[in-house]
Every structure is written in structure tokens, then in C-alpha cells.
T-cell receptor
Framework: NAGVTQTPKFQVLKTGQSMTLQCAQD?????MSWYRQDPGMGLRLIHY???????DQGEVPNGYNVSRSTTEDFPLRLLSAAPSQTSVYFC???????????????FGEGSRLTVL | AQSVTQLDSHVSVSEGTPVLLRCNYS??????LFWYVQHPNKGLQLLLK??????LVKGINGFEAEFKKSETSFHLTKPSAHMSDAAEYFC????????????FGRGTSLIVHP
């Protein structure tokens, strides 16, 4: 049971570089999301998706893009990295029952990104 | 709109003593409530959840929480702390009413002294 798999686990970028954080789940979950975690700030939602072809912005979307071409994959793209994007990123997924998300969130192990 | 307030950023206990982590929420609908635990350098793991069944919810590792609608609270307790309980704990509300998006509290760091 792989659950939610994130890659890479660690990455160092220079300011202005671009990269993609990969997220894949094998539980056929409709809902997928990306969070960033910073000290004292808890988890803040970047983008989320409720199914293939459907994405929406969360609380802190600026500087990030997402796409959802399949149910399984939800990559997060940093277009031009900035030091303010130094953080730990988590991908999470869950089931949606009808129009309500009442399910448990399943998290990946996290991706630690440093932007110099 | 919904919100979650974890009333303590840090809680320090001695091994073998009770644990109380406090969480208050607001929601316009009938919410689902969760507690997650995050050990250092790990992802979050579900401890327990409330989804409108029994108000006293039992979770893993001896933790439990009681949903009190009149107080809009969902406090997490454990009778006897263990060193392995040292971690970050997050209270989360999913508001219902057609919203998909969970709201996270800022977290409570549990410190367990020998």
C-alpha cells in the first residue's frame, strides 16, 4: 500500500529556477491538495483539486501552478523560485462523499525545499 | 466561514501524567472534526475523527476526544503520556455544507519530560 507518494524529499534551488514537486496517490481519491508548512504558521493550503481537470486556489497560491490530468497525479510547479518559498510541502488526498469532504486526509511524507 | 483555534502552542507534561490539548472551532454547518499527529520530519497521521456519530471518539495510541457542540470544542486527551507522544498535534475541521476544504489549527507541540 503506497498511499500518497511525494518526490523529491529534498531540493535546493537558486532564486529564479523552476521545478515540479510530484504527488501520486493509489487510493482513487477525488480530492487532492498541496500545503506548505512553516514554523508557527501551521499548514496553509496552496491549491486543491476535486477531480481530474478541476483545480482551484487555496489560501497561498501565488507563485505556484497545478494541474490534474489524471486521478492519481497532482504535481505542483514553482514557476520562478523565491526565498519566501523555502518551506516543507505536503500533498494530501481524501475521498469526497457527494458534495462534502468528510474523509480522512492521507498525507505524503513531505518535500523540504530550500531556495537560495 | 469556519475557523479552528488551538488554545496552546506548546504543552509540557511529565511521562505518566494526563494530556489535554485544547481545540475550539466555529462552523456554520455540522462539521467533521479531526486530530492529526506529526512526528518530527514526518507527514501527518490521523489520530481520530468525529463525523456526527458518538460524541466521545476513541483514537489510536490511547487518545480520545469529546465533541461538545454547546462549547464548540473538540479537546484531545490521554490519561497517561508516553515519551513517544512527543509530537505536533493539529486540530482540523471540515465544515460540511458543500465545502471541500479542511481548515487547520496552527498546531500544539506536546513536550513529554521523563
Amino acid at each position: 500500500n503506497a498511499g500518497v507518494t511525494q518526490t523529491p524529499k529534498f531540493q535546493v534551488l537558486k532564486t529564479g529556477q523552476s521545478m515540479t514537486l510530484q504527488c501520486a496517490q493509489d487510493m482513487n481519491h477525488e480530492y487532492m491538495s498541496w500545503y506548505r508548512q512553516d514554523p508557527g504558521m501551521g499548514l496553509r493550503l496552496i491549491h486543491y483539486s476535486v477531480g481530474a481537470g478541476i483545480t482551484d486556489q487555496g489560501e497561498v497560491p501565488n507563485g505556484y501552478n497545478v494541474s490534474r490530468s489524471t486521478t492519481e497525479d497532482f504535481p505542483l510547479r514553482l514557476l520562478s523560485a523565491a526565498p519566501s518559498q523555502t518551506s516543507v510541502y505536503f500533498c494530501a488526498s481524501s475521498n469526497i462523499a457527494g458534495t462534502v469532504n468528510t474523509g480522512e486526509l492521507f498525507f505524503g511524507e513531505g518535500s523540504r525545499l530550500t531556495v537560495l | 466561514a469556519q475557523s479552528v483555534t488551538q488554545l496552546d502552542s506548546h504543552v509540557s507534561v511529565s511521562e505518566g501524567t494526563p494530556v489535554l490539548l485544547r481545540c475550539n472551532y466555529s462552523s456554520s454547518y455540522s462539521p467533521s472534526l479531526f486530530w492529526y499527529v506529526q512526528h518530527p520530519n514526518k507527514g501527518l497521521q490521523l489520530l481520530l475523527k468525529y463525523t456526527s456519530a458518538a460524541t466521545l471518539v476513541k483514537g489510536i495510541n490511547g487518545f480520545e476526544a469529546e465533541f461538545k457542540k454547546s462549547e464548540t470544542s473538540f479537546h484531545l486527551t490521554k490519561p497517561s503520556a508516553h515519551m513517544s507522544d512527543a509530537a505536533e498535534y493539529f486540530c482540523v475541521v471540515t465544515p460540511g455544507g458543500g465545502s471541500y476544504i479542511p481548515t487547520f489549527g496552527r498546531g500544539t507541540s506536546l513536550i513529554v519530560h521523563p
